[in-house]
């Protein structure tokens, strides 16, 4: 069993970063016009959206469908200084640092009832006072890294030396107002950085937050961090936070729809968020399924058939004998458990195979 992932949700103060976990979470938070009035993080249990799972229980008449999961943290608004301590900058940087992949809000919207800390609305003067205040901890912490090797090396330690040749590059790299994600780690030096959890090190998707006119199509905010990011492979979500929110509030799915293709989208912009986050953490989904119910679990990538049954239960994993295997499309495409056995699609597989996305696993264990 793997222990659940955090994807935190960061930016500058009033940018509508709670909103947007009020759109996904059941955990609703207060939200308001004052700036550093929230003084902890919050934390959701968030469903992920997974179409599968409506293809599922077409094909299998069930009591209950279950959803997976990831956990999204509401960390509050950080400002110029939170690196020193100002406000309760110091504790919000630890709550990131306990995060495994990061959301960037960006403002991306006017709104005089709802004044910018800085005055006006500049979505990359914002990103780069956060990028900032995350390169001045990364900068302590490398610096203390490398004072504690400087003592061992005195010894004549080669590794040490080796790491603190290592570290001075890295350091060298963020005091030039880099992240640590863009920093060139070479084969066998991650042993020197990993144990830091550097701030700047973490995945990190970037949502533009817009006016509600903005939803489809962006806005000049949006298109200045297009151009400010392109070349970086960082993804970019546009979600008109505010709007999404009173969808959000509709009780009526079919209502929630109608709403969305009035203004031009499909499906909530938070639910690609959700996926993406999702996909961000390295997190994959297989199925099991049956009459009493049907089930998405989360595992990360790579794991073994009998690590995805430990996910289940841990009895399962210890007394693993075999996993019955189909994949999602060839049971919906075929139509049947029995069609994909006719079709030699349904396997039997051992200890040592690397369950895909999608699969759906009867566990055969005995304990």
């Not at 500058?12 to 996904?24: A, E, Q, S």
């Not at 203390?144 to 570290?167: F, H, M, N, P, T």
């Not at 863009?182 to 998707?205: A, H, Q, S, W």
């Not at 999404?244 to 909530?268: K, M, T, V, W």
Request: with cysteine; aromatic share 8%; proline share 3%.
């Amino acid at each position: 069993m793997f222990m659940s992932l955090q994807c935190g949700i960061i930016g500058i103060t009033n940018v509508g970063k709670t909103t947007i976990f009020n759109c996904v979470s059941d955990n609703k938070v207060e939200t308001n016009a004052y700036a550093f009035s929230a003084t902890r993080s919050n934390i959701g249990s968030i469903k992920v959206p997974d179409y599968r799972l409506e293809g599922l229980e077409k094909l299998q008449p069930t009591e209950k469908v279950i959803p997976t999961s990831v956990e999204f943290v509401d960390i509050p608004g950080l400002a110029r200084g939170s690196s020193r301590g100002e406000g309760v900058g110091n504790k919000f940087l630890g709550d990131i640092r306990n995060t495994d992949a990061l959301i960037h809000v960006l403002r991306c919207f006017e709104d005089d009832s709802l004044p910018h800390i800085d005055g006006s609305v500049d979505p990359l003067r914002d990103l780069g006072n956060i990028d900032f205040e995350l390169q001045v901890k990364d900068i302590e912490s490398v610096q203390k890294k490398i004072d504690r090797l400087e003592k061992i090396a005195k010894s004549g330690d080669a590794d040490a030396k080796k790491g603190i040749e290592v570290l001075k590059r890295l350091y060298d790299h963020i005091e030039g107002l880099h992240n640590a994600r863009d920093f060139e780690i070479r084969p066998g030096e991650n042993k020197y950085i990993d144990d830091m959890f550097l701030l700047t090190i973490k995945p990190v998707i970037y949502v533009c937050n817009v006016d509600d006119r903005s939803a489809v199509n962006g806005n000049i905010f949006v298109e200045k961090v297009k151009e400010q990011l392109s070349g970086s492979n960082a993804e970019i979500l546009v979600i008109a936070g505010a709007l999404e929110a009173e969808i959000s509030e509709l009780d009526n799915n079919e209502d929630r729809l109608e709403f969305l293709n009035d203004i031009g989208l499909s499906e909530p912009g938070v639910n690609k968020l959700v996926r993406s986050a999702y996909k961000m953490l390295n997190l994959q989904t297989f199925f099991t399924m049956g009459p009493k119910e049907i089930r998405a679990w989360t595992i990360k990538k790579g794991m073994t058939a009998p690590q995805a049954a430990g996910v289940i239960h841990s009895d399962m994993e210890r007394g693993f004998i075999r996993a019955e295997v189909m994949k999602y499309d060839d049971l919906v495409s075929l139509g049947s458990e029995q069609a994909c056995k006719e079709a030699g699609k349904f396997c039997v597989e051992g200890k040592n195979y690397i369950v895909n996305d999608g699969d759906i696993l009867y566990i055969r264990f005995n304990v």
